[in-house]
């Protein structure tokens, strides 16, 4: 991937002056009232069922993924302590002085560590502060950049990347067999922790007094394969985009919002779609995420699989290598990435 250049000021301390700077207020944004928006009704997927054979599972898996692009995982294994935790210590770290966060700063341009994504945005910057860490392979890991505070921080990620690895894995399985496809075609975009990358962004979204008029993530695809989203347990702040209408993705404490990235967008040949969706932030109350994102080598060549390609459905895409290298060259246009790797496209 493109690494962004130059890091600004955390967001988080921003408001130590009590004004928003100009740069990051919205001149303009569809909807101030964020009351207004409804709430979607996000299909519920259970993880448990999702191979047995008397359930209708693969079927409310493919149209969810079809439709909405995204959906609730529920009994997907994990404890609710090890996400309870996971969220907690995300937390800490964005407390921590920030001298302490500092120790962690990107560096050079890297994608991985403390900052924000704001340096690569001409305007209208995102309200939000990340840490940013790739978890697979794991001979890649950059120490440096994983905090050694909370002290539980290495050895907690470290256990909730395999847990995420393995129902990334299953879940990919699922959508393959839910398409009629060989089980183990989209494991073969995804799926070989040696050399596929998984990568770990930790989210901060401040609260805000003039929260109307900040964005906590500008309207965006994820450039994954997929995305494995934990959310904040009690403050909302996610919305997707359906028919030119925004809805607000209702928190279920214990569960997983999947949402299908521009990867698997393009190998399904569009049958999946990578939802638009945004984040918008809390006027009182801060908020945190954890987004896990399957990344394929950039050495494979990915694009629409020969079985979804039909008279009815020609080839959509181009065949690649290195969509994150498109994703972070087209990160500030107004069309969405996956759009410069369509076919006929002028
Ligand atoms: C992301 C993202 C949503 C959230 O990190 O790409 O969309 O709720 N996060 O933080
Ligand atoms: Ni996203």
Known sequence: ??????????????????????????????????????????PIIDYSLLFSSNSDELQKLRSALSSWGCFQL????????LLDEVREMGKEFFKLPLEQKEKYSSKDGSLEGYGNDNSIRQANFNWNDKLHLQVYPQHKHQVLFWPQYPLNFRETLHEYSAKTKLVTNTLLKAMSSSLKLDENRFYELWGDDKED????????????????????LKAHTDGSAITILLQDKDIEGLQVLKDNQWFRVPIIPHALVIHVGDQLEIASNGIFKSPIHKVVINPQCDRISLAMLPLPNKEKEIGPFKELITEDRPQLFKRLKDYGQ????????????????????D
């Open 74 to 81: 529920v009994n997907h294994g994990m404890t609710s302590e």
């Open 1 to 42: 991937m493109a690494p962004p250049t130059a890091s600004l000021k955390p967001v988080q301390e921003l408001l130590e002056g009590g004004i928003v700077p100009e740069s990051y207020l919205q001149h303009h944004t569809d909807d101030h009232d964020q009351l207004s928006v409804p709430l979607m009704d996000i």
């Open 197 to 216: 990358e998984m990568h770990a962004r930790f989210n901060f979204y401040p609260r805000c007094p003039n929260a109307s008029q900040v964005v906590g």
């Open 326 to 345: 498109v994703y972070f060259k087209y990160m500030a246009s107004e069309k969405r990435q996956i759009e410069f790797v369509k076919i006929n496209y």
